[in-house]
């Protein structure tokens, strides 16, 4: 979630210093919650900012740095299931990832891997 605009902070801010209402009223009528205004006031007495807090979270996907690897893999073996290119990187990395890892690995590549429809045709 995009944190809130520093106009809005200070609109919350000086509404709470002009005795506008209460910090409940005031959350009502900028439409946040309680919380929030309770936070950013005390971030406000004891800080003094009203600057949202950088982004910190998150853990870096295992496979970041090896998207070279990953797309010569896909390169060399178009038909290669998912499980089969994991199984690949695991023998050469030495790096055990999940098949969703795979995945979401090749979608910020835009690889896409190419069927073969051979197998399908015994369908019809």
Known sequence: ?????????????????QEEGS????AKRFKVSLAFIQTLLKRYRT???????P???????KLDEHHNLIREIVEQDNDATLEEICVQLEQKLGLKVSVSTLWRALQ???LTRKKN????????
């Open 1 to 17: 979630m995009k944190a809130y605009s520093v106009d809005l902070r200070q609109r919350v801010i000086d509404a709470y210093e």
């Open 23 to 26: 910090q409940r009223e005031l």
């Open 47 to 53: 800080e003094k900012t009203i600057e949202p807090k």
């Open 55 to 61: 982004h910190t979270g998150g853990f870096t996907a």
């Open 108 to 110: 910020q590549l835009n």
């Open 117 to 124: 429809t051979s197998c399908y045709s015994s369908r019809k």
